[in-house]
């Protein structure tokens, strides 16, 4: 299977922290799932005066709402709603640094979105207009997740920070109600210094914030430091009470690894999560380093636990970053050399495709990550990054010579490795969030490294509904929403269909800063 690439429709986007410009007279603007209208009463108002009305359209047809009316396109059109300043990022981006880390989140009733921001600042926005409702700053802190109570009555938010706090906040005024100090399980680390620009992510911090139906928590305490020269683990997954109370912990002593990512099915009661190790000294025998865990939810007691061999010559360990999922079916593992692994129940490798796994390109090995995973009905979905040398490789090469086939591609497969659609454009893939029903996905479109084009960032909006349907990738994609700068790639998704994205500067040819970090809305 090789990516496919296509053209994209245009689409509407607003000025720096501006709203979208009115359409012309008597004209509609179709949206997904909607159109908007450049006034009158029906519908829900927008911040610039127009109204988004809920109505399915098919392309070509002829729509007429009161005096307006339109001709609906091939491909939903994308307004920006609205855009909210996080504050200077500037220095971080002229210094070469990684993308600043933003959380996003939208109230079980979509009235509300949070944002937890790298400058360590806790905002609360009114959904639809942007408003900033209530805003708190934490000290020495990069905000890691923020999550919604299912009854919307509590916020909760997570740092990474000398302190690692988890709060639960009133969202009335973002006080807290309690707060669960995580660097008394996994000790603590000094801030970095200003001019160690990824200082902050070797102190301690929640990896995951999983809120689950009765209200309970899952987050896994997680700090990779150095001590005396040496580099230190200490993690443990936590199971957390409403009231902050710790109700189960694995494993029962404090782990000499890192726990990240933790992936939960409500459904099959199990909790994955991935196991990595860069400590000092040999791997401890009773955790499975290079691989995942798969738990109890109840209880937090191990089921299996799974081990891919690595890939030679060029890894020595397999490693999963955030293509982890489990399910009644098993589990399913993005891993960073390219491959995907599907498990069963027993423990056994039920799949394997090598999507993205190292190939030749003359006498230097390329290959294509799997960063993003999971399961999707009968079978999965998953994307690969942009080509990439592998780390171990004996190459003095910066770049890579030519593209790999599989890389830069959202992919769905049944569980038995049968290709069901795939799809590939221009944009670079960089993360994937789904909507809290399934039915949608969001993929950032992220910073580019090896062309100028500033036209392609933004959020990519695909259709996951009837997941064996024999619809292409092309006609999945239901809309490109575009921003003027690169998208970190966590999103949030109301039910209604608003797409939140944290959008961030970037350096120009001339290695000037351009952009604004800022939360954006978009529709």
Not at 312 to 326: C, H, I, K, Q
Not at 454 to 480: C, K, Q
Not at 496 to 518: I, Q, T, W
Request: glycine share 10%; with cysteine; charged share 20%.
């Amino acid at each position: 299977m090789f990516p496919v690439t296509l053209s994209l429709a245009s689409c509407v986007l607003s000025e720096p922290s501006s709203v979208a410009p009115s359409s012309a007279e008597g004209e509609l603007l179709f949206v997904r799932d909607g159109v908007v209208l450049p006034g009158g009463e029906a519908g829900t108002a927008l911040p610039d005066g127009r109204r988004l009305l809920s109505r399915s359209w098919s392309p070509g047809e002829t729509v007429s709402v009161g005096s307006w009316s339109g001709t609906a396109p091939a491909q939903a059109e994308c307004i920006a709603m609205y855009a909210v300043p996080l504050g200077d990022v500037s220095r971080l981006v002229a210094m070469g640094g990684a993308a600043p880390n933003t959380t996003l989140a939208f109230s079980p009733d979509g009235a509300l979105l949070a944002v937890g921001s790298y400058r360590g600042e806790v905002l609360l926005l009114d959904g639809w207009t942007g408003d900033v409702l209530a805003r708190r700053a934490l000290a020495e802190t990069m905000v890691k997740s923020v999550a919604w109570s299912p009854d919307g009555t509590t916020l909760y938010a997570a740092e990474q920070s000398p302190d690692a706090f988890v709060h639960a906040m009133d969202p009335a005024d973002l006080t807290a109600r309690w707060s669960l100090r995580l660097a008394d399980i996994v000790e603590s680390s000094a801030a970095p210094d200003a001019e160690d620009l990824y200082g902050v992510y070797r102190l301690p911090a929640a990896y995951g914030l999983e809120v689950l139906p009765d209200g309970d928590l899952i987050i896994a305490a997680h700090h990779n430091w150095k001590v005396d020269g040496e580099t230190v683990n200490r993690s443990q997954l936590l199971r957390l009470s409403p009231d902050g109370q710790i109700v189960a912990q694995w494993p029962e002593t404090v782990a000499d690894a890192r726990l990240r990512h933790p992936r939960v099915d409500v459904e099959s009661g199990q909790v994955a999560l991935s196991v990595v190790r860069s400590a000092a000294g040999p791997d401890p025998a009773d955790l499975p380093v290079g691989g995942v865990a798969v738990l109890s939810l109840s209880d937090l007691s191990l089921i299996q636990s799974v081990v891919p061999d690595p890939l030679g010559p060029y890894f020595t360990r397999a490693s999963v970053w955030e293509g982890l999922d489990v399910s009644a079916s098993g589990v399913f593992l993005g891993l960073t050399d390219g491959r995907i692994q599907l498990y069963g129940s027993d423990g056994a490798l039920a799949l394997e495709e090598a999507t993205g796994a190292p190939i030749l390109a003359g006498e230097v090995p390329i290959h294509a990550s799997v960063g993003w995973g999971f399961f999707h009905g009968d079978g999965v979905v998953f994307s690969t990054s942009n080509t990439l040398i592998p780390y171990g490789a004996q190459t003095q090469a910066h770049r890579p010579p030519s593209l790999h086939p599989g890389e830069n591609t959202l992919w769905s497969l049944g569980l038995d490795g049968a290709p069901r659609w795939l799809w590939s454009g221009p944009q670079i893939l960089d993360g994937m969030t789904r909507s809290d029903d399934g039915a949608h996905l969001v993929v950032a479109a992220g910073d580019r490294q090896t062309d100028a084009r500033r036209d392609l960032y933004g959020a990519l909006i695909f259709d996951l509904s009837d997941p064996e349907g024999r619809r292409s990738g092309v006609e999945r994609l239901e809309a490109f929403c575009p921003t003027q700068g690169p998208t970190f790639y966590a999103a949030a998704m109301s039910a209604d269909g608003r797409v939140a994205m944290a959008e961030y500067p970037y350096l120009d040819e001339d290695s000037a800063v351009v952009g604004e970090y800022r939360v954006m809305v978009m529709r």
